[in-house]
């Protein structure tokens, strides 16, 4: 005769199983107050909006400061520049306003820009470009501040002058860069480092950049048709 089963073998009747869900016992959240940490490490602490405002201001005057002095560093180190580039216009045997002359004479032509070069590694020189023929073949020139030597740099054919300028209006200039040149530097009081004609109008007008001893630079505007100086910032 078989045996009645145990009450433990019986299946529940008229009760439900308990279904667990997956939320019924939530695991700690990492940062939480709740979090339980094992012995002997400890939570860190979330930061505060003040916490948080007082490192932003602190790294914000940080960063401001360190733009600062880089703006100090590049003016100090502009104004040398400009200083070394005076002391050595000054004991130039041949001037800017000479080198544009030889250049003209030599190319039979009208000088449209200049500059004073110092690059790296080999002696500092002119470079000069003046437009010859019928004013749309454009050549470079370099030329010695000590000896005056002029020495052509490339020739370049151009379909038209920048801007709306004609040929022939900076031919017929009253006044030429070389003279410009010389009002700019009796006006502002220093050597002129770069000019060149205004490319942005339709009349010549010329733009040039003034060093001084002290280190300051400033840029002078010259009406070409009456050698005024018309601008300066």
Known sequence: MRAEPL??????????????SPT??????????NT????GVAVPKRANSKESQTVSATAY????????????????????SAVHEVQSL????????????LAEQHANGH?????????NGRPSYYLIEVLRGDGLKLTRYELSPNTGRVQPA???????????LKPAAVGNAPTSLAGAVQRAEERAGGKATGATIDPGGDRVNYIIDIARLDGSTQRVE???????????D
């Open 7 to 20: 009450a433990s073998e019986l299946p529940f009747r008229g009760q439900a199983r308990t279904q667990i």
């Open 24 to 33: 019924a016992n939530p695991q700690p959240q990492i940062g939480s107050r």
């Open 36 to 39: 339980l940490a094992p012995a």
């Open 61 to 80: 005057r940080i960063a401001a400061t360190v733009v600062f002095w880089a703006m100090l560093t590049a003016v100090a180190a502009g104004s040398a």
């Open 90 to 101: 000054t004991q130039a045997k041949v001037s800017l306003t000479e080198g544009i002359h």
């Open 111 to 119: 000088a449209i820009s200049a500059s004073y070069e110092v690059p």
């Open 154 to 164: 490339g020739d370049q054919h151009l379909n038209q002058l920048p801007g709306r």
């Open 222 to 232: 010259v009406n070409g048709a009456d050698g005024r100086v018309a601008g300066t």
